[in-house]
C-alpha cells in the first residue's frame, strides 16, 4: 500500500477532480539497468530545463555587463563590473517607457474587449433551446478551418473599415478566438440548470443571471482565458507593424524588433540632434531592452503557469 | 379539388411563416440572449466572413479606389501569372521543406520529453524542471529572434565560441544554410516544453493498475512504456498530428519575416512571405489573394486528408 502512495507522483486540481500526473511506474524490482536509466533520465531532463532557460539568464546577467567587459571577455555569464549604463541609456528617451505604457494600454483594453466578446456569444450559445444555436456554431466552426487569408483580412481592416492608424485595428480583429470561445461555452453548459433556473425564479432575465449567477462561477476559466488573451497581446507585434502609423503609437514588441532585427538606433529621440548619428545598438543596449520586454510577463509567470497549465488540460480533455 | 390545392398552400405557407414565426417567438422569449449575441455575430460576419467574400478580389484586378465593386474582373488570370513566373516552385518548395523538417523534428520533441519526465518520480524535482522547461512559450517570438541576434551574431557568444573552436565561423544569421536549422531550432526551443503539457495529460489517464499487473507479469520499464504507455498517448498523438498536418503550408510569417533578410531570401521566401511581402509591403493585393486563395484551399484539403487518414487508423480524428 506504501508503495502505492509513492506512484502518485504530483497531481493537478481540475473542475475539482483531483488528477495524478505522470504515475510513473515505480520498479519494484529495481534492475540495474533501471538504475542506470533513471541516472541518465535525470541528468537529461536538467540539461534541457538547463538550456532552456540558460540564454534567457545569459541576456539578463550580461545586460548589466559594461560595454567594454562584453568586448574584451570572451564569454562569461556574470560579469566582473556591474553597471546600469545600458538601462540609463535606453530610458534617457521615453521611447521605451511610451512604447511600454503603449502596450499595457494595447494587453489591458483588448483583454477587456476579448473578455467582453467571448463571453457575450458563449453564453447564449451554450443554451440548447436557443433555435439559431446551430447555425451559429456551424459559422464558429467554417470560419475555423477556412480564412480569407492574410491580404483579404488586410484590406477589410484598413480600407474597409478605414481602421489603419487606429488601436481599434489591433483590438478588434482578433476580439474571439473561436477555439477559446467554444472552450467557455462548454464550461458554460457545464455548470448546473438548477442555479439558473432558480435565479430565473427569482425574478433574473438572462443578462442578470449571466453576472450574477454564471460569471461569478466561471473565475477561474475567465481567468485563464483572460491571461491566454493577455499574454497574446503582450507579445504580438504583426498588426502593430502593419496597421499603425505614428511610431509614438508603437507597442514594446514592435520597437525591440525595430531595434535589434532591423538595427535602429536605440535612443530614437537622440539621433534627431544630429541627423549624421546612425549607430548600431550597443550589444548591452539590446541586452537591456530584451530584459525590459520579458521581465512583465515574468513577473506574472507564476500565474500564467498555473491557468495556462489548466487551460490546455480543459481544452484537451473537452475536445 | 380547390379546396384540396388551398389547404396545401396553406400548409405550405404555414411552415414558412413556421420558422420565422418560431425564431419570432423564441426571440420574444430570450430577448436577453439574442441581444447578447448581436457584438459576436458581428464580430464574426465583419472580421471573418466579410474577407472571405473579399476574396473575390483575387479575381480582380482590385484597385484601393474603386472598391471591389468596380474594379476590373480578370478571372484567373493571377492564379495563371503566379504558375508562369515558375518562382511559384521556390516558394513552395520553401514551404514544404521547412514544414517536413519541423514536422520531422520539431514534433516528436515533447513526445519523447513527455515520456522522460513521466518516469521522473522526484514531485519536487519534476516541478522545478517543468517550471523552466514552460518559460519560453510565454516569450514573444520578437524576443526569441531578438536573443538569437544578440547570441549567433557578429558580437554573439556563439558566433565567438564557434570561431574559437573551430577556427572559422559560420553566418548564422545570413547563410542560407543554416537558416531552416536555426527556425527549427527556435521552434524546438520555444515550445518543446510547453508541448509536453498535452501528452503528460494523456498519460494521466492510464490506469495505474495497468502497470501494477505489468509487473507482476515480469515487464520490464520498456516493455511497461511500449505496451502500456504508449498506447495511451497514441490518439493524442495522431490527433495532434492530424492538426499539423492541417497546418502544413503554414510556415509562421511572423517567426519568418523576423529572421529573413537579404542574404537569406532563397529559403527564407516561403508563400507566407512572399504573401507579405508582395502584398501587405508592395501592395499587389489581387496577386497576393490568389496566392493565399491557393494555400488555403490547400490546407483545407490536408486537414481532410489527414482527418480522413485518422479515421483509417482507427482514431477519432478532429471530427
Keep these: 500500500m506504501a508503495k502505492k502512495d509513492k506512484q502518485e507522483v504530483s497531481s493537478v486540481e481540475l473542475n475539482g477532480k483531483v488528477i495524478t500526473i ?27 530545463a538547463l538550456t532552456t532557460v540558460l540564454p534567457i539568464i545569459y541576456i539578463i546577467f550580461n545586460s548589466f555587463a559594461t560595454e567594454l567587459e562584453l568586448q574584451t571577455r570572451p564569454m562569461f555569464i556574470i560579469p566582473n563590473v556591474w553597471s546600469v549604463d545600458a538601462y540609463k541609456y535606453i530610458f534617457a528617451s521615453n521611447k521605451i517607457l511610451r512604447s511600454f505604457g503603449n502596450s499595457i494600454f494595447i494587453t489591458i483594453c483588448g483583454t477587456l474587449i476579448n473578455l467582453f466578446f467571448t463571453v457575450t456569444m458563449a453564453y447564449p450559445l451554450s443554451k440548447k433551446y436557443l433555435r439559431m444555436r446551430t447555425p451559429l456554431l456551424n459559422m464558429v466552426i467554417i470560419s475555423m478551418f477556412f480564412s480569407g487569408g492574410m491580404i483579404p483580412g488586410y484590406i477589410v481592416v484598413s480600407s474597409w473599415l478605414k481602421m489603419r492608424g487606429t488601436y481599434w485595428a489591433l483590438l478588434l480583429p482578433g476580439a474571439i478566438s473561436a477555439y477559446n470561445m467554444m472552450i467557455v461555452k462548454n464550461f458554460f453548459q457545464g455548470i448546473p440548470q438548477e442555479l439558473e433556473e432558480s435565479a430565473h425564479l427569482d425574478g433574473c432575465n438572462d443578462l442578470t443571471t449571466l453576472v450574477r449567477i454564471v460569471l461569478p462561477l466561471s473565475l477561474p476559466v475567465l481567468a485563464t482565458f483572460g491571461l491566454f488573451y493577455a499574454v497574446g497581446h503582450w507579445n504580438s507585434y504583426f498588426p502593430a507593424m502593419i496597421y499603425l502609423t505614428d511610431d509614438k503609437m508603437y507597442p514594446l514588441q514592435l520597437i525591440l524588433r525595430n531595434i535589434i532585427v532591423t538595427a535602429e538606433a536605440a535612443a530614437g529621440d537622440m539621433s534627431l540632434m544630429d541627423p549624421n548619428f546612425v549607430e548600431p545598438p550597443k550589444q548591452s543596449i539590446k541586452m537591456a531592452v530584451i530584459v525590459v520586454a520579458t521581465v512583465p510577463i515574468m513577473c506574472v509567470y507564476p500565474f500564467l503557469q498555473k491557468y495556462f497549465v489548466k487551460g490546455v488540460m480543459v481544452g484537451a480533455l473537452k475536445g | 379539388m380547390s379546396s384540396k390545392s388551398a389547404v396545401k398552400a396553406d400548409s405550405l405557407s404555414r411552415e414558412k411563416v413556421g420558422y420565422w414565426k418560431k425564431l419570432g417567438i423564441d426571440l420574444a422569449k430570450n430577448p436577453w440572449l439574442y441581444i447578447m449575441l448581436i457584438p459576436g455575430i458581428i464580430y464574426f460576419i465583419v472580421f471573418k466572413y466579410l474577407p472571405m467574400w473579399g476574396i473575390i478580389i483575387g479575381f480582380e484586378n482590385y484597385s484601393p479606389f474603386l472598391g471591389p465593386f468596380k474594379s476590373e474582373w480578370k478571372g484567373l488570370y493571377w492564379f495563371q501569372r503566379f504558375f508562369a513566373t ?63 541576434y544578440v547570441i549567433f551574431g557578429a558580437d554573439g557568444i556563439i558566433y565567438k565560441l564557434t570561431q574559437s573552436v573551430f577556427g572559422t565561423t559560420i553566418d548564422y544569421l545570413g547563410d542560407p544554410k543554416v537558416f531552416r536549422w536555426m527556425i527549427v531550432g527556435q521552434n524546438i526551443w520555444k515550445e518543446t516544453g510547453w508541448g509536453t503539457i498535452i501528452f503528460l495529460a ?18 520490464n520499464r520498456a516493455q511497461r512504456l511500449w505496451h502500456i504507455t504508449l498506447p495511451a498517448i497514441r490518439s493524442t498523438v495522431v490527433l495532434m498530428l492530424v492538426l499539423r498536418m492541417g497546418s502544413v503550408l503554414d510556415t509562421g510569417y511572423e517567426h519568418l519575416i523576423l529572421m529573413s533578410n537579404s542574404l537569406n531570401r532563397s529559403v527564407s521566401q516561403t508563400l507566407d512571405v512572399f504573401v507579405y511581402q508582395n502584398g501587405i509591403v508592395n501592395g499587389q493585393y489581387s496577386y497576393t489573394t490568389a496566392v493565399g486563395l491557393m494555400k488555403s484551399l490547400v490546407s483545407v484539403i490536408m486537414v481532410i486528408t489527414s482527418n480522413k487518414i485518422a479515421h483509417a487508423l482507427g482514431e477519432e480524428g478532429l471530427y
Design chain 2, 86 to 148: 515558375r518562382k511559384w516552385w521556390d516558394y513552395t518548395s520553401n514551404t514544404l521543406i521547412l514544414s517536413v523538417m519541423s514536422i520531422v523534428f520539431t514534433f516528436p520533441a515533447p513526445i519523447i520529453l513527455a515520456l522522460l519526465l513521466n518516469e521522473i518520480r522526484n514531485i519536487h524535482y519534476k516541478k522545478v524542471t517543468q517550471t523552466l522547461l514552460y518559460v519560453p512559450h510565454f516569450i514573444s517570438i520578437v524576443i526569441v529572434v531578438s536573443i538569437t
Design chain 2, 202 to 219: 494523456a498519460l494521466t489517464n492510464v490506469d495505474t493498475q495497468l502497470y501494477e499487473a505489468a509487473m507482476i507479469d515480469g515487464a
Design chain 1, 22 to 48: 505522470g504515475n510513473g511506474p515505480v520498479g519494484v524490482y529495481r534492475t540495474k539497468g533501471s538504475i542506470i536509466f533513471d541516472i541518465l533520465n535525470y541528468t537529461i531532463i536538467g540539461l534541457v
